[in-house]
């Protein structure tokens, strides 16, 4: 009876050591797959807050190289500046500048030149600045279309 | 039976922590290779942007070297071209290349002031390729611009390459010369063919400037494919014969040629073609009737175009893309 007393004490003892290592690992272990998911949620959102800013200064640097009312109503200063957010509440801030390239043609205009910058601050705790900067440069050569 | 379950519950465990782990590293991987895939999106439309520039600055280039309306600004333009700058692809000498670089290569001439490139360009690996046909289309010039990011920049290495054709006046389009081919009895009276009924509206300097092209891009009477224009200014007797059926010449004596009287061209020479006197000397000649083919100045232009002036040939961009 004392035998069978003493045994089943070391068995339950067994059982508890077991399970504490157990919650123990499974504890670590979530949260490493907790802090991958974050270092994953953050460089996808990272990635998506550059995709967007280039997106948004190609958008204008195209919209410069096209003849339409909104366009040129856009460019109509020399420089500017446009906040802009997505639906994650990320303000972009876009600014650019056109200024001519000198040649020696006669026209001054001939050649010019378009840079844009997007500003965006991270939602991380760091809150860095974000820049992407972007430059275009575009001729007055025209182009033949026909009679 | 609980020792088993202490067992099974730590296995378990490990087992979870094992495949969610796995689960974890997995979607890591994706993300981040999704990641790296849009920054090279990303790098490929900056390096794009760059090309473009580029391309815009040499068309910015040739149109304010060619808007002086001096045709000595093509000589000026091409001084350091040659075939051996030509890709693989054009080594026939009718073509004419000028790599132009930020380094010590493809230079311009004095008279050619060179455009600042763009930054963030890597210019010990980005050229321009200006490239023309002297003899079929020399009034059309193919701008091939390559780039590669310079170091510093995110995306440092990445390549573009994209091109573009202008037209620049070289010459006008071509129009059926207005001439009277019956021969004229010797003792007839003298009439000087005008320049433009020959020529229409190509001018003097523009046929001079081709044929300066075709001099210094090693075309001649006998080169694979042969010269086409011949300006001489020189007054010695021609004695030279040139042209064929399936490739005619124009061979013109200019005003300093003609300053005392034209030259001669000797009996034995034959010349498939045309030849013209630039001068009212022209009449002291004896010329007799050559062959009249025009076809060595039949220029492809576009119908209606105002050839006076640099412009973009429609549809020619190209991504040419890595």
Redesign the interface.
């Given at each position: 009876m004392t035998f069978k007393h003493s045994q089943l004490q070391v068995?339950?003892g067994?059982?508890v050591?077991?399970?504490v290592?157990?919650?123990a690992?499974?504890a670590?272990?979530?949260t490493?797959?907790i802090q991958?998911?974050q270092?994953?949620m953050a460089?996808?959102q990272?990635?998506r807050s550059?995709?967007l800013a280039?997106g948004l200064a190609?958008d204008l640097?195209e919209c410069w190289q096209v003849s339409n009312t909104f366009c040129n109503a856009q460019f109509q200063n020399s420089q500017n500046t446009s906040a802009l957010s997505n639906e994650a509440g990320i303000q972009f801030q876009r600014s650019w500048n056109v200024t001519a390239?000198?040649?020696?043609?006669?026209?001054p205009y001939?050649?010019q030149?378009l840079k844009i910058s997007v500003k965006w601050s991270s939602q991380d705790m760091t809150n860095d600045t974000n820049e992407l900067s972007?430059?275009?440069?575009?001729?007055?050569?025209?182009?033949?279309?026909?009679? | 039976m609980n020792q088993h379950s202490g067992m099974a519950s730590l296995w378990s465990a490990i087992c979870l922590v094992f495949i969610t782990s796995l689960l974890g590293w997995v979607t890591l991987r994706s993300v981040m290779s999704d990641a790296r895939r849009s920054q090279h999106h990303l790098f490929a439309a900056q390096a794009l942007a760059s090309s473009e520039s580029l391309l815009e600055t040499a068309i910015a280039q040739i149109d304010s070297a060619y808007s002086e309306k001096d045709m000595a600004t093509d000589t000026a333009f091409w001084l350091n071209s040659s075939n051996s700058q030509c890709p693989a692809t054009l080594t026939s000498p009718q073509w004419q290349c000028l790599k132009w670089t930020a380094s010590d290569l493809g230079k311009f001439g004095g008279a050619i002031t060179a455009l600042t490139w763009p930054e963030a360009i890597d210019v010990s690996s980005s050229f321009v390729l200006f490239s023309r046909d002297v003899r079929s289309a020399p009034h059309k010039v193919k701008i091939t611009a390559q780039i590669s990011l310079q170091a510093g920049e995110a995306g440092a290495g990445s390549r573009a390459s994209v091109q573009q054709s202008v037209y620049i006046p070289m010459s006008a389009p071509w129009t059926a010369p207005l001439l009277d081919l019956t021969p004229r009895p010797p003792s007839a009276e003298c009439i000087p063919v005008e320049w433009h009924k020959q020529f229409g509206h190509t001018t003097p300097a523009q046929l001079k400037a081709i044929s300066a092209a075709q001099l210094q891009n090693g075309l001649t009477s006998m080169s694979q494919p042969s010269r086409t224009v011949y300006w001489i200014d020189s007054p010695l007797t021609w004695s030279q014969s040139l042209g064929t059926q399936s490739a005619p010449v124009v061979l013109i004596f200019s005003d300093i040629a003609c300053t005392v009287q034209c030259p001669q061209i000797a009996s034995h020479a034959a010349i498939t073609g045309m030849v013209y006197f630039q001068s009212a000397n022209a009449c002291q000649n004896p010329v007799a009737l050559y062959t009249f083919k025009s076809d060595a100045l039949h220029f492809e232009w576009p119908i209606g175009i105002d050839a006076s002036k640099v412009q973009r040939v429609s549809g020619s961009w190209k991504n040419a893309g890595f």
């Amino acid at each position: 009876m004392t035998f069978k007393h003493s045994q089943l004490q070391v068995a339950l003892g067994f059982t508890v050591l077991e399970s504490v290592f157990a919650s123990a690992i499974l504890a670590i272990g979530l949260t490493g797959a907790i802090q991958i998911s974050q270092a994953s949620m953050a460089a996808n959102q990272t990635q998506r807050s550059f995709d967007l800013a280039s997106g948004l200064a190609q958008d204008l640097a195209e919209c410069w190289q096209v003849s339409n009312t909104f366009c040129n109503a856009q460019f109509q200063n020399s420089q500017n500046t446009s906040a802009l957010s997505n639906e994650a509440g990320i303000q972009f801030q876009r600014s650019w500048n056109v200024t001519a390239v000198t040649t020696q043609g006669s026209d001054p205009y001939l050649l010019q030149s378009l840079k844009i910058s997007v500003k965006w601050s991270s939602q991380d705790m760091t809150n860095d600045t974000n820049e992407l900067s972007w430059q275009i440069r575009r001729a007055k050569t025209p182009s033949w279309v026909g009679l | 039976m609980n020792q088993h379950s202490g067992m099974a519950s730590l296995w378990s465990a490990i087992c979870l922590v094992f495949i969610t782990s796995l689960l974890g590293w997995v979607t890591l991987r994706s993300v981040m290779s999704d990641a790296r895939r849009s920054q090279h999106h990303l790098f490929a439309a900056q390096a794009l942007a760059s090309s473009e520039s580029l391309l815009e600055t040499a068309i910015a280039q040739i149109d304010s070297a060619y808007s002086e309306k001096d045709m000595a600004t093509d000589t000026a333009f091409w001084l350091n071209s040659s075939n051996s700058q030509c890709p693989a692809t054009l080594t026939s000498p009718q073509w004419q290349c000028l790599k132009w670089t930020a380094s010590d290569l493809g230079k311009f001439g004095g008279a050619i002031t060179a455009l600042t490139w763009p930054e963030a360009i890597d210019v010990s690996s980005s050229f321009v390729l200006f490239s023309r046909d002297v003899r079929s289309a020399p009034h059309k010039v193919k701008i091939t611009a390559q780039i590669s990011l310079q170091a510093g920049e995110a995306g440092a290495g990445s390549r573009a390459s994209v091109q573009q054709s202008v037209y620049i006046p070289m010459s006008a389009p071509w129009t059926a010369p207005l001439l009277d081919l019956t021969p004229r009895p010797p003792s007839a009276e003298c009439i000087p063919v005008e320049w433009h009924k020959q020529f229409g509206h190509t001018t003097p300097a523009q046929l001079k400037a081709i044929s300066a092209a075709q001099l210094q891009n090693g075309l001649t009477s006998m080169s694979q494919p042969s010269r086409t224009v011949y300006w001489i200014d020189s007054p010695l007797t021609w004695s030279q014969s040139l042209g064929t059926q399936s490739a005619p010449v124009v061979l013109i004596f200019s005003d300093i040629a003609c300053t005392v009287q034209c030259p001669q061209i000797a009996s034995h020479a034959a010349i498939t073609g045309m030849v013209y006197f630039q001068s009212a000397n022209a009449c002291q000649n004896p010329v007799a009737l050559y062959t009249f083919k025009s076809d060595a100045l039949h220029f492809e232009w576009p119908i209606g175009i105002d050839a006076s002036k640099v412009q973009r040939v429609s549809g020619s961009w190209k991504n040419a893309g890595f």
